[in-house]
């Protein structure tokens, strides 16, 4: 990943402006600390920091067509570009980079070519000629990208908030699937799939197709000049990216460089179900595994500096995100720059267990619409973030467009739960993969239930977030924290805690705008809560909050004490709960 940031249109063209520009570039920094790139032209600016994953020697940015009349600065990767090269033969490449199709593309088609790229982006690009511009970004939002406007017209663009925050009177994410026009002056939608409407499909269900269209998917995502490898937590969606990789290694181009073995990553607190999960894929797999240890008291120490880099108040997210930063930092440290990891699968699938109380086919095919449109605020936002602040680009192939296309046009009722046809959730993947002849998975880790990645690490990472939330906001801090928090106000003292770490960092009503709110039980939506009368009286995003669903639900645990207390012993219900097989997804 890289860091860009542009500002247009600004009064001030003096160098004092030119060296703010610069000391706000550097805070993204932590996304690309390989080089770093300022082009100005006039009144306005397009900056870059570089983490370099393809042509590391000469694709420097911000990048340019022949002449440089046309500039542009990218965050990404595009998959496809040799193919466009080749549709681009009257135009002089000068560097490998896959981001320089962007500038001539542009020449070729005008503002109209968006779609045409197959990969993860946000970029900027300025005409010089007449001065117009447009920013973009990817389909699903795997980039992040914020859009701002200042005091004198200006408008900027930032891979971060923390860039433009400052210097910004208003700004907001930047919708993905959509670009902007200075020409039009208004957000456009470029990203048209049959899906977003959320007409209900009716295609039936065929497990080659959709297995021949996830291994593409992985595949393309090979693409890479440095070393890499794979998260894996052990569970299904993780496994099966390890898997596909695993077996086409070989035929990748990565291979000459680094190697046929592909290294896999697992971090949680010792005797965590990952920990145990992921070691048994990565043995069955023949990779060169790498488990991570971390303590409570270690991810109570980075919050603060998780919720700085990722930018939100989300409580599932930050749960999820501590773990991840920590893994980051030892991954990079190994010299890896590049992973591949498996977000976007629960959203596609109602892999979540909260959907094993879909009342119909209808409404779970329109909750993961809902759920693949906000991706860009939950899981996206964690993988790219959480990575990215050590210098960590994370691919994600399940969110690829071709594959969402195919997964998402499945007639629904296959994705239903049915106990009384052994299927559970995520069946349509899971047997998609079940191959006999030349097995992908051992089947009880291609068949075990979701866990969520927070929950996976070990279930006292988040019992030990609760209890120093507890020790840190009162009874009264709460009670009043509709007054001190009118907008998005937080409901659990988990809640308050992060809340008043995000607001140190970024006061601005603004930025507390940016963070989606509402009730969730499990992840859902705050529509799916109203599947079970239950759920409304229980809402944490944990997935064992998905009483009656999960095998270590909340109210084992409370059952668990209870018995405990009975006993005249003080166990903590926890860490029985940890010998359970349950793993992350």
């Known amino acids: 990943m890289c860091g860009i940031l542009a500002v247009l249109g600004c009064i001030d063209n003096s160098q004092a402006k030119r060296s703010r520009i610069i000391e706000l570039s550097r805070r993204l920094r932590h996304r690309g600390p390989d080089w770093s790139g300022l082009h100005c032209h006039q009144d306005c600016y397009l900056a870059h920091q570089r983490l370099a994953i393809v042509d590391p020697t000469s694709g420097d940015q911000p990048l340019y067509n022949e002449d440089k009349t046309v500039v542009v600065t990218v965050n990404g990767e595009i998959y496809n570009h040799k193919q466009l090269r080749e549709k681009l033969t009257s135009h002089q490449f000068r560097t490998g980079s896959d981001c320089e199709v962007i500038a001539h593309l542009y020449e070729e088609y005008g503002e109209d070519f968006v779609d045409m790229l197959d990969g993860m982006f946000s970029f900027v690009l300025l005409d010089t000629r007449d001065k117009s511009f447009i920013a973009a970004r990817d389909a699903i939002g795997i980039t992040p990208l914020y859009i701002g406007w200042g005091l004198d017209g200006s408008i ?122 992921a070691r048994e894929v990565a043995n069955y797999l023949g990779t060169r595994h790498h488990e991570f240890h971390f303590t409570v008291q270690e991810g109570l120490d980075a919050l603060e500096e998780v919720i700085y880099h990722i930018e939100t108040y989300d409580v599932t997210t930050i749960r999820a995100s501590t773990p991840m930063f920590l893994m980051s930092r030892k991954i990079k440290s190994l010299g890896v720059k590049m992973v591949l990891s498996g977000e976007g699968s629960d959203e596609i699938f109602g892999g979540y267990l909260y959907f094993h109380k879909a009342p119909n086919k209808e409404e779970l095919h329109q909750e993961t619409c809902r759920k693949i449109k906000a991706l860009h605020l939950y899981d996206c936002l964690r993988a790219n973030k959480a990575t990215s602040a050590w210098g960590v680009e994370a691919r994600v192939p399940f969110l690829d467009k071709e594959f969402i296309n195919i997964a998402m046009n499945i007639d629904p009722e296959w994705k239903m739960v049915r106990p009384d046809l052994g299927r559970i959730e995520k069946w349509v993947l899971r047997n998609a993969f079940d191959d006999d002849q030349k097995p992908y998975l051992p089947k009880h880790i291609l068949y075990r239930q979701k866990e969520q990645f927070s929950d996976g690490v070990g279930y006292r990472w988040i019992d030990g977030l609760k209890d120093h939330a507890n020790e840190h906001v009162t009874d009264a801090m709460l009670l009043n924290a509709n007054f001190i928090y009118p907008e998005n106000t937080p409901t659990t003292k988990e809640g308050y805690y992060y809340r008043a770490i995000f607001e140190k960092f970024f006061p601005k009503n603004a930025a507390r705008s940016t963070v989606p709110g509402g009730p969730s039980v499990a992840c859902s939506t705050a529509k799916a809560v109203e599947w079970d009368a239950a759920w409304s009286k229980n809402p944490d995003p944990s997935g064992r909050a998905a009483l009656g669903v999960h095998e270590c639900a909340y109210e084992e645990a409370v059952d668990a004490k209870n018995a405990n207390l009975i006993n005249g012993t003080t166990q903590k219900p926890q860490e029985g709960i940890l010998e359970k097989t349950t793993t992350a997804i």
């Not at 971060?160 to 993905?176: I, W």
């Not at 939608?189 to 297995?211: A, K, M, Q």
């Not at 291994?215 to 099966?240: C, Q, W, Y």
Request: aromatic residues 14%; glycine residues 6%.
């Open 156 to 277: 900027w663009f930032a891979s971060e908030m923390k860039a433009l925050s400052d210097d910004c009177e208003r700004f907001m994410s930047f919708l993905p699937g959509h670009y902007y026009s200075s020409k039009r002056g208004e957000l456009r939608r470029w990203y048209n799939p049959p899906w977003y409407s959320e007409h209900i499909p009716s295609t039936p269900y065929d497990p080659l197709v959709l297995r021949e269209a996830f291994e593409k998917a992985v595949i393309k995502r090979l693409m890479t000049d440095v070393p890499f490898g794979v998260l894996l937590s052990g569970g299904l969606d993780s496994s099966l990216v390890a898997s596909v990789a695993s077996r086409y290694m070989l035929q990748s181009e990565a291979a000459c460089q680094w190697g046929s073995q592909l290294h896999t990553f697992c971090i949680g607190l010792k005797g965590s179900p990952d920990l145990k999960a």
